[in-house]
């Protein structure tokens, strides 16, 4: 297969080598090492992403508007083949091939909080750079991606549905779920909210899409399939999600379930360093909400794909995404304990946000 990919980018085949690389979920990821400099190629996930062109039209509008904003900024972007194409539609599949950033490093979990803080100002960076870029023009590469009152709709339908035994022993959950629908509710007030306007969004704010460097520095963010319209909650609900606890979605062990607040406080600076000035000040409001709507969301679609025998994220074991559910629960719970907390802290780290290295 890279025997005729790579000529298309002019790359000999016989003096470059490819290996599989990273731990991306979504595409297929290979490392191109060439005579000249590296690369990343990718296969583009079209079970995921049904119009890859989608992507390829919003990274091109995204670049001008950032090579102009500013041209310091490492904007991660898929590079021309000889075609002039950025995107290649070949008899196996679609492929792109961006710079490899050398020297970065990829983590797949975060330890220290440090590493929240400066996952947090990049996202906020790439955000705020493009404050000013019109959103509407941006494709949506997945319709509805984070549209929780959809979600929660679908989650009915599972529930009306569903398998009669999974239903029975999920009964706990599903009423808890129903219980805390007042966080659908806060979304729809948002969506109405002219004050907390459509943003040009990441939307998959994994710690591996951030690449460090090796002191530890924030160098840029990477996978911007998702990028699309949204509200700046989807990003800093998703990092609450994935890096306020220690243990990840897959832990069974409930006791390993608890919220790093350090990694909450660093999450607040890294992003208002950046996004202070961009936010409105009812966009603030909702910050802590971020969280919520984001653990909420997950909790409903793992539990709403158990009740309906695992047909979207499949399951490795019976009960895989039954144990998701109930770990996101359990997630969500020790959010709202941490609550009271949040907003006390919040407060005072208004006026400290510009001192970011007081973490
Ligand atoms: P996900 O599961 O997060 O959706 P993905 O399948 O879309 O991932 P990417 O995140 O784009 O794939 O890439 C996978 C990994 O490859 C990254 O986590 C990172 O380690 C590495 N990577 C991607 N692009 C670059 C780059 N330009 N330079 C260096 N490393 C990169
Ligand atoms: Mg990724
Ligand atoms: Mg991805």
């Not at 050398?102 to 750079?129: C, D, M, P, V």
């Amino acid at each position: 297969m890279f025997e005729n990919i790579l000529p298309l980018y002019g790359l000999n085949s016989d003096d470059t080598t490819v290996n599989l690389f990273g731990d991306g979920l979504i595409n297929h990821t290979w490392k191109v090492t060439a005579a000249e400099q590296s690369y990343i190629l990718q296969k583009v996930n079209t079970d995921v992403f049904k119009e890859p062109s989608n992507i390829d039209k919003n990274l091109s509008l995204l670049k001008d508007f950032l090579n102009k904003k500013d041209p310091e900024y490492l904007f991660v972007s898929p590079v021309k083949a000889l075609s002039g194409e950025s995107l290649l539609d070949t008899p196996s599949g679609y492929f792109r091939m961006t710079p490899f950033v050398e020297g970065s490093i990829s983590l797949n979990a975060l330890t220290k909080r440090e590493e929240a803080y400066e996952a947090a100002k990049q996202f906020g960076k790439f955000s705020g750079l493009l404050a000013d870029f019109d959103a509407s023009t941006l494709n949506i590469t997945i319709p509805d991606f984070h549209n929780l009152s959809l979600r929660y709709e679908q989650f009915k339908t599972a529930c009306a549905n569903a398998n009669p035994e999974r239903l029975e022993q999920a009964k706990e959950y599903v009423d808890f779920i129903n219980e805390h629908k007042s966080i659908v509710n806060t979304y729809l007030d948002i969506v109405a909210n002219d004050e907390v306007p459509l943003r040009v969004i990441h939307h998959d704010t994994k710690i591996n899409n951030v690449l460090f460097d090796a002191n530890n520095k924030g160098i840029c963010v990477i996978d911007l399939d998702t990028v699309m319209p949204g509200y700046f909650i989807s990003d800093v609900g998703d990092m609450m999600r994935t890096y306020l606890c220690a243990a990840s979605e897959e832990e069974t062990d409930l006791t390993k379930i608890s919220i790093r607040k350090d990694f909450f406080k660093a999450i607040y600076e890294g992003y208002m360093e950046e996004m202070a000035a961009v936010l409105s000040e009812t966009e603030k409001q909702y910050f802590t909400y971020a969280g919520k709507f984001i653990i909420y969301m997950q909790a409903i679609r793992f539990l709403a794909d158990h009740l309906q025998n695992d047909i979207y994220y499949g399951a490795k074991y019976e009960g895989h995404n039954f144990n998701r559910a109930i770990n996101q629960i359990a997630l969500l719970k020790e959010y709202l304990k941490m609550e009271e907390e949040f907003t006390t802290p919040l407060s005072s780290m208004k006026e400290q946000h510009n001192q970011p290295h007081a973490l």
